[in-house]
């Protein structure tokens, strides 16, 4: 059972609404980021991709760095709004562990190509501990849900399972593979299935 969890909340909360709508603009834009990179994009080629107008970009975001890196901006916390709705979930630690194994999954995805954008735009520097923190928070509540979802896993096994995702992860990224996040998402799946396994029997 699979159980997919929106990074959204109720409509009708003008801050809650301008996250979810910074959050869909960069996910539509994200593909030319990958072909185009830093330097070659430009805000108006962005928004035409969104079907926006540039103005309208910029009413979202105050500069093509913004825009760019918004995963590392303070406000794109979808660790942890992930994590506020998986509390709210009425399911089976099982399904939780899957339902933020996606979250955590697309999210380390993002980060490392917002880490490449930074580099390429000389601000890597500036965002390095941000980066960090968020791969380190994600890598944490995976950890907790891993060992919640198999309870015999010996102390200290999840957040090593947890690792091993996540190493997985970059590995698909820095080898450039096709065929979008479900396939990496089906592989780190199989990886904590296969791992979990193993300690717990063990």
């Not at 105050?62 to 399911?91: F, N, T």
């Not at 999840?158 to 997985?168: H, I, N, Y």
């Not at 780190?188 to 791992?195: D, G, I, K, P, Q």
Request: one cysteine or more; aromatic letters at 6%; a positive charge.
């Amino acid at each position: 059972m699979v159980v997919a969890l929106a990074l959204t909340r109720p409509r009708g909360r003008p801050a809650e609404d301008r996250f979810d709508r910074r959050a869909e603009i960069w996910r539509a834009i994200a593909p030319e980021l990958r072909r185009l990179r830093y330097r070659r994009v430009t805000i108006k080629h962005l928004a035409r991709t969104c079907h926006l107008a540039p103005s309208s970009l910029y009413h979202y975001f105050g500069s093509k760095e913004e825009l760019i890196l918004h995963p590392l901006q303070p406000d794109a916390d979808y660790c942890e709004r992930a994590v506020a709705q998986l509390e709210l979930l009425p399911a089976s630690p099982h399904v939780r562990l899957d339902a933020f194994l996606e979250i955590a999954t697309r999210l380390h995805v993002d980060l490392m190509l917002v880490a490449e954008l930074a580099a390429e735009a000389g601000l890597q520097q500036r965002y390095r501990a941000v980066m960090v923190q968020k791969y380190d928070k994600a890598r944490s509540v995976l950890g907790s849900l891993i060992a919640a979802a198999y309870p015999g896993m010996p102390s200290n096994a999840a957040s090593g399972v947890a690792d091993r995702v996540v190493a997985l992860v970059a590995g698909w990224y820095a080898s450039g593979r096709d065929g979008g996040t479900e396939s990496i998402l089906r592989a780190s799946r199989s990886e904590v299935e296969a791992l979990a396994t193993q300690l717990t029997e063990n």
